[in-house]
């Protein structure tokens, strides 16, 4: 599996943490058996020291690259504050190698789906926690993707000749707390929630 050695690698460096220091850094709750992770309108609980990765009130087994993501955050977590300054993915260290991909795996897929429709994003966005901001454009909400990491998703209605667009925002401190890989995959799952609840 691709992400296999990803995992292995993070579950050995989770094995060399301070629990506690690491609660501190990423505005996690750890009560000396479990770390309480928020996701979006999920939680997650990392188990330490033993190292098990589980969804609040969920059986199902956790997909191998969210169990990735949630521990990168915590290994990464340094404690930097929220910049409260939203920048584009391609703005984040080493976004220009994947940015096509970006777009052709989140940006494209939600617009698609939309089908340039203002009222549709609005719907799909509250569905899922969205938080409605006052941003250029027709509409925008914020996400808590993790708890030191807000995310952004902008929508621009099109006019005569000028087809709608959307964007999704990252804030400027997310390099503190995880990978730029991992911060495009937070854009991936914003979408394919944002698709499903627009479906729903």
Not at 26 to 47: A, E, M, N, Q
Not at 98 to 120: K, N
């Amino acid at each position: 599996m691709a992400y296999d050695a990803a995992l292995a690698k993070a579950l050995d460096e989770m094995k060399g943490i301070t629990p506690y220091a690491v609660a501190s850094k990423s505005g996690t709750d750890y009560d000396g058996s479990r770390f309480r992770i928020p996701f979006f309108d999920r939680v997650f609980l990392v188990y330490y020291p033993e190292i098990k990765v589980a969804e609040e009130g969920n059986s199902a087994p956790v997909p191998q690259w969210l169990e990735i993501i949630l521990l990168h955050y915590l290994l990464q977590a340094n404690g930097v504050s929220v910049a409260d300054e939203w920048i584009a993915y391609r703005q984040l260290p080493g976004a220009p190698l994947s940015e096509f991909r970006f777009v052709q795996m989140a940006i494209d897929p939600l617009l698609r789906t939309l089908g340039g429709d203002v009222e549709t994003f609005k719907k799909a966005g509250e569905a899922v926690g969205g938080i409605p901001i006052t941003r250029t454009g027709d509409a925008a909400f914020k996400f808590m993707a993790l708890p030191k990491i807000p995310m952004a998703c902008i929508f621009y209605q099109g006019e005569e000749g000028i087809p709608s667009s959307v964007n999704i925002l990252f804030d400027a401190a997310a390099e503190n707390y995880l990978p730029t890989e991992d911060l495009s995959l937070l854009g991936v799952y914003l979408v394919g929630v944002m698709r499903k609840a627009k479906s729903a």
